[in-house]
């Protein structure tokens, strides 16, 4: 007999938001009329058509407009995440959407602006400093997929083409990523932007390279409870050994747009090949999963996305999918593609349960 106290798993749909950016100047100057806009009761998009009249609705749980701010929706759809993950629960937050739609300005702001993981950066410093009975200890990883190759992006020398292998007791892991202690809100912050750095070296079209890679924030959040001492941050267990392990993963995905629209100049075929192979999978993935029946294969091994994110769809993870359009009617049938997505990752049902140590063995935590 196993000491194993069994948790029963809860199902849990993944959460489904919707951001509608606000015209940019280009969109402006073309005079193309808004054709998205959310209702009243932000309960549906409403698809305007040129005389703006609604002529479809589409519900989600979260509808964000044009002058929603990024604080608005990490307060909305972040806290909970970053709190989860605190409490030993998975959770994962995508964005997803065309080129140009906002995904990472939402995702890691820009200018002054703070993004999502920003916010759950300086979250997660405040919780622990402010903890009275739980200690903490922290990593992080910062990677982007590029062509189905992995690169680190915290590594002092050039760390790419990194394998991922499947731990019998924590699943399927980024082999030989660097790692990094969290440390605070500000030294996590540096971090990030020396990644970014990295992410660009040798890059020679920025832009594209950008839209067509994905980028990921992994935080590991080990935590117990310590009654009779206040909590805080451990750099490590020494002796001891933590009582619950989370991941919580803040995924940038690359452009959703079809590659035969995007395919831009200097689009080699490999690239376009491959990043259809991430995003293709990631929505067979999505759509299969979201027919719900019995028996059907989910092909999360055919990319290193679903490899790695399986957990996060009809797995154990809290999961939100962040989707972004553009309200103008230039970008009509993209911003109608991404809706669909949306409709399908909001049917999809996974199941939750706290990651405590004890259980570790017994089944895969992280993703
Ligand atoms: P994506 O990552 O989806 O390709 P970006 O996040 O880079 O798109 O956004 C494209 C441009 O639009 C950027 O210059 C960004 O600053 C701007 N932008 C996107 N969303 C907003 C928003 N909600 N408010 C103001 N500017 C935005
Ligand atoms: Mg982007």
Redesign the pocket.
Known sequence: MSAVKKIAHQSANVVVGV?I??R?SKEIEAEMPVCFTPSDDELNVQELNEDGNVVKNWSYQHIFG?DSSNSKIFHEVGVGLVESAMDGFNAVMFMY??????????LFG?GDTEGLVGHSLKLLDEKINLSKDTEYLVKMTYSELYNEEIKDLLSEEPNDNLKIIDDPNLGPLIQNITEIPFGSYQLAKQNLEKGEQRRHFGVTNMNAH??RSHVLVRLTIESRKVPFKPGGIRSTWGKDKPASISVLNLV?LA?SERSGKAGTSGTSLKEGSFINKSLLTLGTVISNLSEGKEGTHIPYRNSKLTRLLAGALGGNSKTTMLV?ISPASGNIAESQSTLRFAQRAKKIVNKVKKNDVMDIKMMSVRM
Do not use: E, I, L, Y
């Open positions: 951001r950016r606000p940019n044009s959407g065309q080129t140009s739609s906002g995904k990472t300005f939402t820009g950008s839209s940038d452009g972004c």
